[in-house]
């Protein structure tokens, strides 16, 4: 069975920065794109950032040049570098990504920044 474990969530000041980590385990033969997205409360879940397995990054507007996702592909892990934080980054970050060609879930990480 194939997992994604989401860390590195927490509380911050605004400006601060945190790094997000997702690891994939279980039986796993391919991974394809990863990556992250958070849910604001009574929205729908909104991409933050996505990697493809060659490195092709891709990032939602409101965190560009604030956020940086990157992958390490031996590991099996995706990770979120998150700078000059905002409240209104407040939010539980997920992960995704495509397993087997097969769509997975982690159960999401809480970012918390006060101002």
């Known amino acids: 069975q194939v997992q994604l474990v989401e860390s590195g969530g927490g509380?911050?000041?605004a400006g601060g920065s945190l790094r997000l980590s997702c690891a994939v385990s279980g039986s796993i033969f391919s991974i394809r794109a990863m990556g992250w997205y958070r849910?604001?409360?009574g929205k729908q879940r909104e991409l933050v950032a996505d990697i493809t397995s060659g490195g092709t990054t891709n990032y939602a507007n409101s965190v560009k040049d604030r956020f940086t996702i990157s992958r390490d592909?031996?590991?099996n892990t995706v990770y979120l570098e998150m700078n000059s934080l905002k409240p209104e980054d407040t939010d539980v970050y997920y992960c995704d990504a495509?397993?087997?060609?097969?769509?997975?879930w982690g159960?999401?990480?809480l970012?918390?920044?006060s101002s």
């Not at 495509?98 to 997975?104: D, I, K, P, T």
């Open 98 to 104: 495509y397993v087997n060609l097969r769509h997975y």
């Open 73 to 75: 592909n031996a590991k």
């Open 107 to 109: 159960k999401g990480t």
């Open 39 to 41: 849910q604001p409360p």
């Open 11 to 13: 509380l911050v000041q």
């Open 111 to 113: 970012v918390t920044v």
